[in-house]
């Protein structure tokens, strides 16, 4: 991930286990000297009622971690747009990218480095599978739309128990998302769920899923601009043309709407 010397990374908190995790990460390698880049944790304050404003800020400066919180009341948008009944979290995750992208831009980063780990990356996996009708996901690098900044995720491969456990160990100052973690219903809860079915009747399940993430055969599925079928012979097999069209961008697996990367 590291793109050389002089880099700049923003490091978005949001308070939750996850966010923690990846910071505590990030300072380790870096004090290891296996991360030669500057470290910018930043907070996007959304404005929800009762944030503790407080908690962050006070937790980043006893460590001397440099940091910008940034306040943005993207909540009232939320609220204001989004019918009753509606999720918010789609219309919300938009606003708070735009607005991490424009922060990124401003400090002088090349990257946004966000703390979506294991679970996080299949349960948007079978949200695209089920509400989108694609196979995409959060994949762990890419360039976003305007080609001006990379986007890591460093837990891509990292379990969220193991992120619960490293965070209660280290008595991390929890915060709870008060817009969309307070609604009933979401997608999102749904899958989890489905997942912990899954994974309570086959210990290991989640692993194996995200391995197939990473063993994808695109001549064993449907998908003419991964692979050439009208131009395969029989002396060329099944390991013949196969082409791919797609770019590692945060909007190369489109198609009429954008995948759910919340």
């Excluded at 870096?30 to 009622?49: E, F, H, I, S, T």
């Excluded at 919300?92 to 922060?103: E, M, T, V």
């Excluded at 009747?201 to 050439?228: I, T, Y």
Aim: proline content about 6%; hydrophobic content about 35%.
């Amino acid at each position: 991930m590291v793109e050389g010397n002089n880099a700049r990374w923003l490091v978005c908190l949001s308070g939750g286990k996850d966010s923690y995790t990846l910071l505590a990460a990030l300072i380790e390698l870096k004090w290891r000297g296996l991360l030669p880049v500057d470290l910018l944790a930043c907070n996007l304050d959304q404005g929800q009622p009762g944030f503790p404003a407080t908690v962050l800020p006070q937790f980043l400066e006893e460590r001397g971690v440099p940091h910008r919180i940034e306040y943005q009341d993207t909540y009232s948008v939320v609220v204001d747009k989004i019918p009753a009944g509606r999720t918010f979290c789609s219309l919300c995750s938009r606003l708070r990218r735009g607005h991490l992208y424009r922060i990124a831009r401003e400090e002088g980063c090349s990257a946004v480095v966000l703390g979506h780990h294991r679970d996080d990356i299949l349960e948007t996996f079978f949200m695209n599978l089920f509400h989108g009708g694609r196979l995409a996901t959060m994949p762990p690098k890419l360039v976003n739309e305007e080609g001006d900044l990379f986007v890591f995720r460093p837990l891509a491969h990292v379990a969220e128990a193991d992120c619960e456990r490293f965070a209660r160990a280290m008595e991390y100052p929890i915060i709870p998302c008060d817009l969309c973690g307070s609604q009933d219903g979401l997608q999102r809860q749904q899958v989890k769920q489905i997942l912990d079915g899954w994974e309570k009747n086959s210990p290991g399940r989640r692993q194996v899923m995200f391995r197939a993430l990473m063993n994808a055969r695109p001549s064993h599925l449907l998908d003419p601009k991964l692979f050439d079928f009208a131009r395969l012979t029989l002396n060329e097999g099944m390991g013949g043309p196969s082409r791919s069209t797609s770019r590692n961008t945060d909007h190369s697996v489109s198609n009429s709407s954008p995948p759910v990367v919340d």
